[in-house]
């Protein structure tokens, strides 16, 4: 029986906050964003989507 070898994931996970505007804002002032994003990301959370295409999780 072929033994599956353990793989362990050591690193962060993050979401990105982004939001996405027509112009910059100046000092103070306030600006309505379009639309709004979440992105997954980190470390931790790439090595883990890298083993899992590898068919190691």
Do not use: C, D, W
């Not at 997954?40 to 090595?47: S, V």
């Amino acid at each position: 029986m072929k033994k599956t070898p353990v793989v362990t994931i050591i690193g962060t996970h993050q979401y990105g906050l982004n939001h996405n505007l027509q112009q910059n804002s100046g000092t103070g002032e306030t600006i309505i964003g379009e639309r709004f994003e979440t992105a997954p990301g980190g470390k931790g959370a790439n090595q883990a989507i890298a083993a899992a295409r590898l068919g190691r999780m």
